[in-house]
């Protein structure tokens, strides 16, 4: 790689890793706000997040039903607070909006909801569905002749649904190429780990088999996820992709990183400032820069 090269994806990383920044503390002041809310998942995939929306995605941030985006489905709806997250970073929402989450007749509920939110492609629950719809979506735009893409953000608690595997084996048969299925194993859902309620290893290997282009790369290494989208984006394959993302919930803030893993992590009152302010220490920001 050249000087040059290597200077500007210095570049790109960096300005990439502000976004990560950013996106972590809008979730964190939003879990804030209703003191709840599932900021482990929000922190852990803050990094993808960055990687779609300020570099992989075509998107008009104030034309959300843009004919010609590129469509981001979030088939884990209560990751809502993550997206949101991104897309007041990106400049969808405003800012402002943090402070009624999850209240009555907020346009960002706990629980994503498309007829609620600007950006919101789909209402995402039941889970194992939004690939299905992924699956729809891409082939219509193909039918259409458009060079939109769809990105499915799927959970490894999803790979438990049969639908999931029937869209992947679908996307598969119809050449789906316009289609990237991004995976956040965790190893965490609501009734234990992932790996204990239904061991989905070899995960990489069945996508594979299944017909899919397959990445895999640590979800919490900027470098390594902007290195898989750029090659999942350029491919000429064509079979659709899946990036799988290793994440770790509470990325970022060391104190959830090392609570113990559950579905729902639990953050007191008083910790809410010192989520904020570890985040700071960890990116290397002082107050007043923000």
Same mark, same amino acid.
């Given at each position: ?37 599932? @900021? =482990?998942? *929000? %922190? !852990? ?6 990687? /779609?929306?300020?570099?992989? #995605?075509?998107? +008009? ?73 992924? @699956? =729809?979506? *891409? %082939? !219509? ?6 060079? /939109?893409?769809?990105?499915? #953000?799927?959970? +490894? ?76 984006? *350029? ?56």
């Amino acid at each position: 790689m050249s000087q040059t090269a290597t200077a500007s994806k210095a570049s790109t990383v960096e300005a990439l890793r502000k976004r990560t920044y950013n996106i972590r503390r809008h979730a964190l002041r939003m879990g804030e706000v209703q003191g709840q809310g599932y @900021v =482990g998942q *929000a %922190l !852990g995939i803050a990094d993808v997040l960055a990687v /779609s929306y300020f570099h992989a #995605l075509k998107i +008009d941030p104030k034309n959300p039903e843009w004919e010609e985006r590129d469509r981001f489905l979030l088939s884990i709806g209560h990751y809502a607070i993550a997206l949101y997250a991104a897309l007041i970073e990106a400049g969808v929402i405003s800012e402002d909006e943090i402070e009624d989450y999850g209240s009555d007749d907020s346009i960002l509920p706990m629980s994503g909801m498309a007829a609620y939110t600007p950006g919101m492609e789909i209402t995402g629950g039941s889970l194992g569905h939004g690939l299905g719809i992924g @699956v =729809g979506m *891409a %082939l !219509g735009l193909k039918r259409k002749q458009s060079t /939109s893409r769809i990105f499915n #953000l799927l959970s +490894d608690g999803e790979l438990n649904e049969g639908s999931t595997w029937e869209a992947v084996a679908s996307a598969a048969h119809w050449k789906l190429d316009n289609l990237i299925a991004i995976v956040d194993v965790n190893d965490q859902q609501a009734d234990d780990k992932s790996s204990m309620v239904l061991n989905y290893e070899p995960i990489a290997d069945k996508w594979t088999a299944f017909g899919w282009e397959t990445y895999r790369v640590d979800g919490n290494d900027l470098e390594a996820v902007l290195e898989a989208f750029d090659s999942a984006l *350029a491919s000429n394959s064509d079979k659709p992709r899946v990036i799988i993302c290793d994440t770790l919930m509470g990325c970022g803030v060391p104190f959830l990183e090392r609570r113990d893993k559950t579905h729902f992590i639990r953050v007191d009152e008083n910790e809410w400032s010192l989520a904020l302010k570890e985040l700071d220490d960890v990116y290397g920001i002082q107050s007043g820069e923000k």
